[in-house]
């Protein structure tokens, strides 16, 4: 046999040997009011499952089955999504998804300070009581297939302590991401955190090299680095902004290109990764599902993503009205009531009615809601339980629209039930309410 081949990582055993952190914490305050009751990670996506189960589906499609989510803001509905969806792991075989809240270790009033003060505050848990040789820390709010076991591998093979994953995005639309670059074996020599000007990749200059949000660190070298910063005056606690400069500096940090790992491509075979941190991109991304060949194929059984959808009758519809033109490119979920109404390139999840005479255009409309009758809706997000009166029309009139609801950059109006409230003249009370 060969010495150089028995010599190289196994990815069962990396795997099996591996910790994976989704942090989920996030406030989400690019989303507005979309975010006001529930964690980012927690948000519907793509008809019947949250954004946190693609993060989720990867670790198991991936074979790493022992999983910690650290939550904070807002985390009810996600608690309760991780409890009745994901809680099917033996735990007799050492397999879990554990949940991690905030639980204020520094002193009473101190939360989560950073995405690295999240993992420094569970570090006695996770040093003593899981026990890792390698940890593999995720963002809970992209939308994305990737065989994560790729990267731990190439993490262990190239000599790293530290691996960030990385992708090819517009330099224009770089300065929103840690941007680095890269010598021929993908060691890292420069990294800065959201640059206002990103420097270009060699021989691309309009393209940047940025940080995905996904780290794979030897264990002992997270808790030594995570032990110093909580020392450092002025520090942020957090991944992009001050571990990483440090791993650069030591001179282990590596990079791991997505497109050695990545699960799901688009119809002209390129990678698919979204960022979900906005009005644009969660509609954008909700859309991108919706057409014969999509941008992401969510029926792929070879790596499925799995959720905890909503058992529900199946959704009926009902055409009376010949010169209707009836649903056309879009995702209807179950328990959806749909009467003589028009729906085009939408995604329409669960238990939504939709009355004689409407038109949905482009839009995503979210659990439980109704619209009336001749309503017309174009280039939406509609929030849970919204009741959209008939013959009120949205998304036509964006000036009117930015005085009654919120309008992002884009165009893409978000409804939601307190908005309709004080348009309304009804009192708008704190309200909590399961997601």
């Avoid at 420097?199 to 030897?218: E, Q, R, W």
């Amino acid at each position: 046999m060969n010495s150089s081949i028995s010599k190289l990582p196994n990815k069962y055993d990396l795997v099996k040997e591996t910790l994976v952190l989704i942090l989920a914490g996030g406030r989400g305050s690019r989303l507005y009011e979309l975010t006001d009751k529930r964690a980012k990670p927690a948000l519907y996506f793509g008809g019947n499952r949250r954004i946190i189960d693609f993060a989720l589906s990867n670790c198991i499609n991936s074979g790493l089955n022992r999983i910690g989510v650290v939550t904070q803001y807002a985390a009810h509905s996600l608690l309760r999504h991780l409890q009745t969806g994901w809680s099917f792991l033996p735990q007799e075989r050492g397999e879990f998804i554990d949940m991690l809240p905030a639980r204020q270790q520094i002193d009473d009033a101190t939360w989560y300070r950073g995405t690295a003060d999240a993992v420094y505050q569970n570090m006695a848990i996770i040093r003593d009581h899981y026990c890792p040789k390698y940890i593999l820390i995720l963002a809970g709010d992209h939308i994305y297939k990737q065989d994560y076991s790729q990267m731990l591998l190439d993490h262990v093979s190239s000599g790293a302590k530290c691996t960030v994953g990385c992708i090819e995005v517009e330099r224009e639309k770089a300065s929103e991401f840690g941007v680095m670059a890269v010598n021929e074996n993908l060691k890292v020599k420069s990294f800065v955190e959201k640059p206002k000007d990103p420097p270009a990749m060699v021989g691309k200059p309009n393209t940047s090299l940025a940080s995905m949000g996904i780290y794979v660190f030897d264990a002992q070298y997270l808790y030594d680095v995570l032990e110093r910063e909580v020392l450092t005056p002025y520090t942020s606690h957090d991944f992009g902004k001050d571990i990483l400069p440090k791993a650069l500096e030591e001179g282990v940090l590596f990079a791991h290109p997505f497109s050695r790992s990545c699960m799901g491509r688009n119809t002209e075979g390129e990678i698919y990764w979204r960022d979900v941190g906005t009005l644009d991109s969660f509609w954008q991304s909700n859309i991108d599902l919706v057409s014969e060949n999509p941008q992401l194929d969510i029926y792929d059984k070879n790596w499925p993503i799995r959720g905890n959808p909503v058992q529900t009758y199946p959704s009926k519809f009902f055409y009376k009205n010949t010169n209707i033109k009836p649903v056309d490119n879009s995702l209807i979920s179950g328990g959806c009531v749909i009467t003589d109404a028009s729906i085009s390139y939408s995604v329409l999840f669960d238990q939504v009615k939709v009355s004689e005479g409407s038109v949905i255009d482009h839009c995503v409309v979210l659990p439980q809601v109704t619209v009336g009758k001749n309503c017309t809706l174009k280039r939406c997000i509609i929030d849970r339980h919204v009741v959209i009166p008939d013959g009120m029309e949205i998304g036509v009139n964006l000036e009117l629209d930015s005085q009654r609801f919120r309008v992002s950059s884009g165009g893409i109006v978000l409804v939601t039930s307190s908005m309709l409230k004080k348009l309304n003249g009804e009192e708008v009370a704190s309200e909590e309410y399961l997601d």
